[in-house]
């Protein structure tokens, strides 16, 4: 265990602006923040480190991909660890980060009768280094947080309370229809962050591909990226973003369909630097209180969860050597249908 291992503190911080305006309109703007220091990882300090290896900089002794006096295998990383001899020496530290800034809108309508509407927008960055795989250099590979990091949010809810039987005369019409709710939910929610990954059974250390420079992760929007169909050849980011460690500089012969490795390095790309695809859901229930006894209730909800059967794509596969490198092949849950009761007392 680390030595200097500390507690993981959390700050957060939130500064908001509240106006009511005529015809029942409340409007909110807020500025929030978290921060959490010393996060809890486990490192290998018996990783090999950064050597130079004929006036050449490497991240770790190239050897550990390919060793012509080992038949071109790789040598077992422990011949060249700072403790040599041993495998993996795990450490508990305290050595992590993270933290999440945003913009807060909301504005909220009393329309009247019954009838509440709300809608909430949120603007947010996530970053962390909690995806670095470098132990000797924890800031090269700062970025955005992985599959925590959505940028943009829009809710729009609507809760409805229906006037229907509320006063009617007959007491079983009133009890049975009177007193329902309609509660409707749409979200729309921007991509979350993904990290591009190497699959290759020579890649040593590396874990990342090379960015290669000047190309858009995104592609063109004029090519046909962001196009997916489950199972087709389309690609949902520009897969020529990326390339093998080293591969750039045109060194090597063969990764996959990619240039192969420069070897000794573990890769350039980002954490997070892929954006994956949005979603949007409309959900919606209807639900009553049913009063048994004077401290006895039931509760009756029937929901539909992404009511309208939208298709919502799943992330698309990151890793250079997959053969579905750069495809959607899965989706988000389709309609769900829900009854459920709850009593009370």
């Not at 009247?112 to 709300?118: A, E, H, R, S, Y």
């Not at 609507?158 to 049975?176: D, T």
Request: charged share 10%; aromatic share 10%; glycine share 12%.
């Amino acid at each position: 265990m680390d030595p200097n291992i500390g507690a993981s503190p959390v700050a957060s911080w939130s500064l908001g602006v509240q106006h009511q305006f005529p015809a029942n309109f409340v409007a909110q703007v807020a500025g929030a923040g978290s921060r959490i220091q010393h996060l809890v990882n486990t490192w290998n300090i018996n990783q090999p480190m950064p050597t130079v290896v004929g006036g050449v900089s490497y991240d770790f002794n190239p050897l550990l991909n390919s060793n012509p006096a080992n038949g071109n295998k790789g040598d077992n990383s422990a011949y060249w660890a700072p403790y040599q001899g041993y495998g993996a020496i795990n450490r508990v530290s305290t050595q992590l980060w993270g933290e999440w800034n945003a913009l807060e809108l909301q504005v909220r309508h009393t329309v009247g009768k019954g009838l509440n509407v709300t809608g909430s927008y949120t603007y947010s960055h996530d970053t962390t280094n909690l995806g670095s795989i470098d132990p000797y250099n924890l800031k090269r590979f700062h970025g955005n947080a992985e599959s925590m990091n959505f940028p943009q949010s829009l809710s729009i809810t609507a809760i409805y309370e229906l006037p229907f039987f509320l006063h009617s005369g007959n007491l079983l019409e009133k009890e049975v229809l009177g007193g329902w709710s309609i509660d409707n939910i749409a979200t729309f929610r921007s991509g979350t962050s993904l990290t591009p990954g190497l699959g290759e059974t020579d890649a040593g250390l590396a874990l990342r591909p090379d960015q290669v420079p000047g190309a858009s992760v995104n592609g063109s929007r004029g090519t046909g990226q962001k196009t997916w169909k489950n199972g087709s050849s389309q690609q949902w980011f520009n897969t020529s973003a990326f390339s093998c460690p080293g591969a750039i500089t045109g060194l090597g012969t063969n990764c996959g369909t990619f240039t192969s490795p420069n070897f000794g390095l573990y890769g350039t790309a980002q954490t997070g630097i892929i954006r994956g695809p949005g979603q949007e859901v409309f959900s919606t229930s209807l639900y009553k209180t049913f009063d048994i006894m004077e401290k006895v209730h039931i509760e009756f909800r029937a929901e539909a969860f992404n009511v309208f059967n939208h298709t919502n794509p799943g992330n698309p596969n990151t890793s250079l050597s997959s053969s579905n490198y750069g495809k959607i092949t899965s989706a988000a849950d389709p309609r769900i249908l829900e009854l459920a009761a709850r009593l009370k007392f």
